[in-house]
């Protein structure tokens, strides 16, 4: 693969010079030749002022696999519902953040896997989609994690997903293949990271891993505090570590969670275990690093589930007002990033009516859904009949479907459904169809985009993000508002 970032480029430009001079130009990424151009920005505060060593705490937030539509929906949701702005559209409002579209780019593909993307923040490289921290030779970069880890500062993992899952294990582990979730979890007890909250029983529980190991016993020798329910983990109290694993496989989507009592009861928000984070990682005194993902908005555009992405997406921009309000206690010495890995699906409320007058009032029937696609795919297979089909819809969203709409989903549960684009002759996709008819919300499929993604960035540094934005520049960004050193092979 090309490691490009390692030297400079055609325009004589190194990946630091970002820094001084804005967006990278002209820069071929990956052995394909595939090619990203990137405008030479000129952002306000590009002028030489020196920021290292600025950012004592830094914040940086993903939603996975959010296209610009779902962003636009969970906006338009939050007004609809709330009367206000979401959060992360607030802060384009009030001026709060800088803001940029970022390539996302990796090393052997325009459309990036989740894995390859968090790596390209986490260690500076662009690497091959399905790798974590490793190049296609079996080079390792150190991860940022570990890196600030060995400068003094304390580090943290918070994710709707397994904690294991591609976008954590990209700021903290290496291995060749994202799917080593197993030996990722050992890293993670290997190199102590401090606070680790999310899903992924199955890779900690000797009764789960192929080796047998209990992890959960092996944390709680070196002295982590392990939480298996929402109770247990309980609030900040001073700074502990903690290994938090509260469910199986991913954590439930936000609106399955709040209206099954026992997930509600016993798995916390990811709004709740950033506070906790937060508040334990402030409390060392030591200056921390630490992600935030919104996981499962990703798990949402992939099986087309309209009701799953928005309140999901809202659930992350709960996550960034607790992550906000910290800045705001502490601006000069706090950088928060807000971005996203990939688009997926590209999600959009399409119009709707003669006079497209009938698209917000389709919209706004998800306020009274109270479980999404996937709750209502949990319970349907093969020998479903027609008539359990339009019951489980109506149960989870009170409408009633048509029996030819029923009846495409039943056929597709038994393979026998024919689609013009084959990705949407999958049930779950072919479901996400069906309710487009009542919600207005459609996609363009299942799987990621080459889209640019939204950046927002606030604190030290924020001044250097230009109008676009090359993904590897954030490593350095982070470092150099921090004044953490380098390893030798980023330049």
Known sequence: MSNDSNNKSSSGFNRRDFLKFGALGGLIAGTGGLVTSCADGSAAGRNGQNYSGKAKYIIFLVSDGMSHGTLQMADLMSRRMHGRPSKWISLYEEGKVTRGLMDMTTGNSNVPDSAAAASSWGCGQRIYNGNVNMAEDGTEFEPILPIFKSAGRKTGLVTTTKVTHATPAGFSANVPRRGMEDEIAQQYYEREFDIVLGGGNIHFSPDRREDGRDMYAAFADKGYKVARTK???????????????????????????????????????????????????????????????????DHAAHTMDGTGLVYDQLAFDEAIKVAFDFYEEHPDETLVIITTDHGNANPALNAAGSRYDDSVPNFDKLQSFTYTNNWIMSELNDSSSISDIRSRIGTATGIEVERAHAQMLYDALRGNFRAAYQMKERPANVLGDIMSNHTSIAFTGSVHTADYVELAVAGPGSSSIGAFTRNTDLFDLMLEAAGVEAPAYTG
Request: charged share 20%; glycine share 12%.
């Open 231 to 297: 109770g247990e983990l309980g609030s900040a109290n001073g700074f502990e570590r903690t290994l938090g694993v509260f469910t199986d496989h991913h954590l439930p989507y936000s609106l399955d969670h709040a209206n099954t009592p026992d997930l509600a009861e016993n798995v916390p928000t990811l709004a709740e275990m950033s506070k906790y984070a937060i508040d334990n990682l402030y409390a060392s005194g030591d200056g921390f690093i630490m992600q935030i993902e919104g996981g499962r908005v």
